[in-house]
């Protein structure tokens, strides 16, 4: 193993290649734990999530659509509390539970969401894929720009499993983020239109440094698996909400 430039390699004796050794927990909350600031604010400091402001906005509003009166919301991977703080905008006063890996994060969060909601703020500081959810417990499930951060088949399937049992019936689960395309030339030309957003956002550093960072930390999946996988666990609505070329607002309503 090297390190180079932050960045974690090995070299590998099959392909004769450097590769990237994904970012461990501990080293995806050490870089969340320097950030809060940035993702204190949605319209700022996510510019680099293709309709991020659009995807929160459309994401809310279907949670309180289909369910106006709710009473509780598990927010997975909180960060800042962008996305509960926007629901309770839509529905006063929910009990609140915050997970994340990241203590200054949760932090943030707890401050901000306890200091308009008059339900209680309940903050775990736990990764996602360990933590015991409970049965039907949550009328709204969020989870923004975090589960491209479970690896496995088995991951994947396990979170969305513990997700389908908090809710409670009726309840729904929305997330948004980072998508895979399955189809290689299809990925490839996605890929080359995020980079051209991103050097439009600022110049060719940036989307290297983009590019960089999600080889380097994020394993996300594409849409349609995912849509299938709410589905495999109980979910038997789905929604998409918004695609953007590799960035997805969705969601599985437990009926
Ligand atoms: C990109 S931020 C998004 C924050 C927030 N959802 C938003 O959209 O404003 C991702 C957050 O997920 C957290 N996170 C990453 N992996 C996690 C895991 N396995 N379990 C819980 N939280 C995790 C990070 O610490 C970070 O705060």
Redesign the pocket.
Known sequence: MVWMQNFHFHYSQTTNKLLYVKST?EQ??E???N?VER?SN?ET??AA?MD?PLS?QLVVQAAAALRPDGKSVL?????????TLQLLQRVPNLDCTL????CP?LRRAKERVGAVTSGTVTAVQ????E?ELGGEKYDYI?????LH??RTDEEWEATFAKFFRALKPGGSVWI?DLVYHSTVAVQEMMWARYGDYLVGLKDEKYRDHVYAYIEQEDTPKPLVYQLELLRKVGFNEVEVLNMSTCFAAFGGVKS
Do not use: P, W
Request: net charge negative.
């Open positions: 927990v995806i909350r870089r969340f734990d950030d993702f949605l400091g996510q999530t991020a929160l927010d997975v991977g909180c960060g800042a509390g962008n996305y997970v994340d890996l990241s994060m736990a990764d996602v894929r933590l969020l989870a923004a720009a975090v951060h479970l948004v």
